[in-house]
């Protein structure tokens, strides 16, 4: 009997450690001996004087060492500091006390209004690693930030437009609840703005707005300019600042993702808007180059071209709820082409230009509409809103290509019907397309507007 218990111990037994060292620190990469873990293991290191202790993350292996990056600053880390293997996923605590509130890339609140999120101490007690939901915890939820991916037969076709309060969206790249848009755009065309518009006006019954690598001046800029009581107040905003480690930006995007999923799993139609995706990308690139990966393009290795999809097939129509995914997209050197454009445009289901020689005409949002298309729009409107903004697309495209001859007087009054039709409408049609960022439009009230301009 006593062989029995013995045995029945020495099979739950863990005769592994736990416990390692650092061996060597370049830049802000980890390297450490003695550990045994996995890809994606959280540990925790301490300092030999015991002053400091943060929190890193498995992202490679070399030869016998383990390759560690940090969640915070490593300063005060040096050789021979302690590693400790918590043996668990990163995993955050969501609830609904999360409306509202402004929360890192780890949902701690960093906005002086009380505790929603995991702490330091949480994670040591984690005891469901790699569960999705099931783990309850007061009021709230542990979720893997990796998410659970669905099976695609289970999920509902897109037939419903969801109102954006955008009129150049809403009436010509319409958008379907559970569609994924991307907004692209070079640096200081306008993203951030039109994002704010969109989640001040959306009807959508929770926001989740993810803020990657941002300059840390524009995040209160954002919430109080941008976004509006009115906009925070049914919305969940997760930062990560530009000065912050790679991890912490790149899990900025997976948190937020996170977030969105357990409001979906209540049955809710959410909003997920991330700014932006590109440093996404270049956080994953910097923990993939440390890890030993090899470029590829730009800088950027390959495991960024399967993080992509894993991330952005979290958005979607559900049978218990959706996510809409608006996705802003940081176009380097206005290159449209460049392979994180590229890639995105690919993959999602529709893509919204933004251009900045609009911008320097003072037409905001400066989109591009003839640039753009929302794939889905064809399913989801109506014949009539299909009509109207079909021909309106036809009067701007016959514009813009003889836009050099009408400038210069060289184009004759009924030389092309349609043509004298788009000079005639073309201002209507531009003050149609340009919205005052502190207004939203109903649907029907845009759909209305441009019946009106091509009716009459």
């Known amino acids: 009997m006593t062989k029995e218990i013995l045995r029945k111990h020495l099979s739950k037994s863990n005769f592994y450690t736990t416990y390692g060292k650092i061996a060597k620190i370049v830049g802000t990469t980890v390297e450490a001996t003695g550990l045994v873990c996995n890809i994606g293991d959280v ?9 400091k202790e943060l929190l890193a993350e498995v992202v490679g292996f070399v030869d016998n060492r383990v390759i560690l990056m940090p969640y915070e600053d490593i300063e005060g880390i040096g050789y021979g500091s302690i590693v400790k293997n918590t043996n668990a996923k990163l995993m955050v605590k969501v609830s609904d006390a999360l409306i509202g509130r402004t929360v890192n890339a780890l949902c701690e609140p960093i906005d002086d209004l009380g505790d929603v999120g995991v702490t330091g101490e949480a994670m040591e007690g984690f005891d469901a690693v790699g569960s999705a939901v099931n783990n309850v915890d007061g009021d709230g939820k542990w979720y893997s930030i990796q998410g659970v991916s669905s099976n695609p037969m289970k999920r509902p076709p897109i037939k419903e437009p969801i109102q954006i ?27 951030s703005t039109l994002m704010g518009m969109i989640a001040r006006n959306v009807v959508a019954d929770v926001n989740v707005i993810a803020l990657v690598g941002e300059r840390g001046r524009e995040l209160l800029e954002f919430i109080n300019r941008d976004l509006g009581p009115e906009g925070l107040k049914r919305s969940v905003v997760v930062v990560a600042t530009s000065d912050q480690p790679a991890m912490m930006r790149s899990k900025c995007a997976l948190t937020a993702t996170t977030i969105a999923e357990y409001f979906r799993d209540q049955g809710k139609d959410v909003l997920l ?8 990308c270049m956080a994953q690139r910097e923990i993939g180059l440390s890890a030993g990966e090899l470029p590829v393009a730009r800088g950027y290795t390959p495991s960024i071209y399967a993080t992509l999809p894993k991330l ?18 940081l176009v380097e050197g206005d290159d449209s082409n460049e392979p994180i454009s590229d890639t995105v445009r690919g993959i999602i289901d529709g893509h919204i230009m933004l251009s900045r020689k609009i911008a ?8 591009d509409v003839l640039g753009s298309v929302s794939r889905l729009m064809s399913e989801i409107a109506t014949p009539e809103h299909k009509s109207v903004a079909g021909e309106m697309r036809k009067l701007m495209a016959a514009y813009q290509d003889s836009q050099d001859l009408i400038s210069i007087g060289a184009y004759k ?8 039709i788009a000079v005639r409408k073309i201002e209507s049609i531009n003050a149609f397309l340009q919205q005052p960022t502190t207004t939203g439009v ?3 009230d845009t759909i209305a507007q441009m019946q009106e301009i091509i009716n009459n």
């Not at 540990?43 to 002053?51: A, M, P």
């Not at 320097?360 to 989109?367: A, G, L």
């Not at 009054?413 to 004298?420: A, E, F, I, K, Y």
């Open 273 to 280: 808007m991330m700014d932006n995706l590109t440093r996404y």
């Open 413 to 420: 009054s009924g030389s092309n019907p349609t043509l004298d």
């Open 43 to 51: 540990c925790r290191v301490k300092s030999t004087t015991g002053e």
């Open 360 to 367: 320097m005409r003072n037409h905001y949002p400066s989109i």
């Open 165 to 191: 309060g955008v009129k150049a969206i809403d009436g010509m790249l319409t958008i379907g609840k559970g569609q994924r848009m991307g907004i692209f755009a070079g640096s200081g065309v306008g993203k």
């Open 442 to 444: 109903a649907f029907e």
């Open 312 to 329: 952005l097939e979290r958005s979607g129509n559900f049978t218990n709820g959706s996510i809409t995914g608006i996705y802003a997209v």
